[in-house]
């Protein structure tokens, strides 16, 4: 049975390398991570046999059973929800990166839970670029001191930052947060904190996201349809 899984990535890629041609961005500098989050294992199988490596959930538990029955692929798991940290110890030891970190304590546990046999988690910062207090994110005035602080975890590789802005209608109110994220990463890369990811972008902002510079795209519904549940 098919999803239609490989026809929706394959239009998919299609419309990220002409945005990254509209743009002026480098063909394929912008990464496709596929979310997964509430869909089925074959569904994330099918994927993969079209050549796509990245996926992301949001959910351990929802993820949990996806891992075990791919074990067999050589995938790219991303965990991109919000991290409890009675989740760090399996999150540490399932992931290869986390891009939802927004304080200190998380990343601690995360750097000392991480299995001294695998390399260093890849992590993100996950930042409130619109100043929401129902989402998770640092605020962006806080980025630079917990860049520093992750830094320092040895089993910590500290690669970007990641945000999700407040849903907007039209380009150009969508790009607004984007630029903001593209600012504080230049500002850090002034303070000598070169990064190489900037995980911005979803299926309803993907173009304002590759126009303001995104590394990384993260697409759920238009791979692998709408969700039934609100997340
Ligand atoms: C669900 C989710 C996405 C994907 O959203 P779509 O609109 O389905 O593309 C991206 N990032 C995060 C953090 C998500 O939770």
Redesign the pocket.
């Given at each position: 049975m098919s999803y239609g899984t490989a026809s929706r990535l394959a239009a998919l890629r299609e419309r990220i390398r002409a945005l990254e041609h509209r743009y002026g961005r480098v063909e394929g500098s912008v990464r496709l991570?596929a979310?997964s989050?509430t869909k089925s294992a074959a569904m994330v199988r099918e994927a993969f046999e079209s050549g796509q490596r990245d996926f992301?959930e949001?959910q351990l538990q929802d993820a949990l059973g996806k891992l075990d029955a791919l074990s067999d692929l050589p995938l790219n798991w991303h965990f991109?929800?919000h991290v409890q940290s009675n989740k760090t110890r399996e999150i540490a030891a399932r992931f290869r990166c986390v891009?939802?970190v927004d304080r200190a304590r998380i990343a601690e546990r995360l750097s000392d839970q991480r299995p001294p046999d695998l390399p260093p988690l890849d992590v993100c910062i996950q930042v409130n670029v619109s100043a929401e207090s129902s989402k998770s994110g640092i605020a962006p005035d806080d980025v630079p001191a917990l860049a520093r602080r992750i830094l320092d975890l040895p089993m910590l590789r500290l690669r970007g930052l990641?945000a999700?802005p407040r849903p907007e209608k039209g380009l150009e109110a969508q790009r607004l947060p984007f630029r903001r994220m593209r600012a504080l990463m230049d500002a850090l890369a002034a303070e000598g904190i070169a990064l190489d990811t900037l995980s911005i972008g979803?299926?309803?902002d993907l173009e304002a996201a590759v126009a303001e510079g995104a590394t990384m795209v993260?697409?759920?519904?238009?791979?692998?349809g709408p969700?039934d549940r609100a997340?």
């Open positions: 991570l979310v989050k992301g949001n991109i929800g891009q939802s990641m999700i979803m299926s309803d993260r697409i759920g519904t238009a791979i692998f969700r997340r």
